[in-house]
């Protein structure tokens, strides 16, 4: 039997709390969906993501590729894909928008009544989309937050929730249950949805015309934040986010660079200076704190980690891209 550290009280109030039951997996109305895919170099991470899509979707999907300015051989792999899917669609930007623009324009194009996000350095699960639908449509929901796992297997966050921790003016996401088995969060919630206000970015389900009408992401933000303030934004407007426990994909925040320009990405998406400009941003527009130093020492050794093993692989394999 897999190892259960202590319940958090926030956790044992979300189990103790009014259920919301689930009554029919797949009710019969079936929306349109498109997967919005942000593409921007590490090309084997974009490869597995696209792999698990299609293995385990369970659900019709259009699949919309916006690539952000990746290196020829990416959008040589991307192509190739557009020309063997009726359903892929490949937007190429000339110039790079960031994450937040990026994802605006995407589903701008988009033609589902849904969105489902990703980011490439994610990997769906069997049933990943058909749950993530069936949750929309029980509860008419606007956004839906499907369960994420680390690499290790063990549950990363459930109905990840923004809040001020003890008080503090540093507003914070709490990955509920996580570091948990996935079998004993999805046995306590098997039967019902949990209500929450937090929607990530990379990985979640939109109602396209809710999304627009809450004026999308904020383009200021470049790495980071835009999606909590969406999320405040969509608060703000009397909406609520849907958890389901069933809906399953793993985040992959410990991946490694292959190559040189794998260890560029990483550089600027761990650039502290360019998080301490976003975040400048979010307290101008919120009044809250939301980079605490502790996050940012948690950055610094992320990035530290992957350059070092990085470097332990060895020069040539790094500039020799390693791509298999």
């Known amino acids: 039997m897999s190892h259960l550290r202590p319940l ?10 009014e259920r919301h039951p689930v009554v029919d997996p797949l009710p019969p109305h079936r929306p349109r969906v498109t997967v919005v895919l942000l593409s921007l170099d590490r090309l084997h991470l974009t490869q597995r993501c696209i792999d698990s899509i299609f293995a385990y979707a369970d659900y019709p999907f259009d699949l919309l590729i916006h690539d952000d300015g990746s290196q020829p051989e990416v959008l040589a792999y991307l192509h190739r894909l557009k020309a063997e899917h009726e359903n892929v669609q490949l937007i190429e930007s000339r110039r790079r928008l960031g994450c937040a623009a990026a994802r605006n324009r995407a589903f701008a194009e988009a033609k589902g009544e849904y969105v489902f996000s990703l980011d490439n350095d994610t990997v769906c699960h069997p049933g990943w989309l058909r749950e993530s ?15 994420r796992l680390d690499p290790g297997g063990q549950v990363w966050s459930f109905a990840a929730e923004l ?10 996401i709490a990955r509920w249950f996580h570091d948990l088995p996935l079998d004993s969060v999805q046995r306590w919630f098997a039967v019902s949805d949990v209500r929450t206000n937090f929607i990530p970015g990379g990985v979640g389900l939109f109602r396209r015309s809710t999304f627009q009408a809450c004026g999308g992401f904020v383009e200021g933000y470049q790495f980071g934040f835009e999606d909590i ?3 405040l934004k969509l608060r703000q407007r ?4 849907w958890a389901t426990a069933q809906a399953v994909l793993m985040h992959d925040d410990a991946w490694r660079p292959r190559c040189e320009v794998d260890v560029r990405y990483a550089r600027r998406r761990y650039d502290i200076d360019a998080l301490r400009v976003a975040a400048a941003l979010f307290k101008e527009r919120w009044g809250v704190d939301v980079l605490p130093e502790k996050y940012v020492e948690s950055l610094q050794q992320r990035l530290h980690s992957k350059l070092r093993e990085t470097d332990a692989v060895g020069t040539d394999r790094v500039r020799g891209g390693d791509e298999r």
Not at 134 to 146: E, G, H, K, L, Q
Not at 163 to 172: G, K, Q, T
Not at 238 to 241: H, L, N
Request: glycine letters at 2%; proline letters at 2%.
């Open 8 to 17: 958090h009280a926030r956790e044992l109030v979300l189990l103790a709390r």
């Open 238 to 241: 009397g909406y609520t986010v």
């Open 229 to 231: 303030d969406f999320s």
């Open 163 to 172: 809040m001020r921790i003890e008080n503090s003016d540093v507003l914070e």
């Open 133 to 147: 639908v069936a949750c929309a449509v029980r509860r008419a929901a606007d956004f839906v937050a499907p369960l």
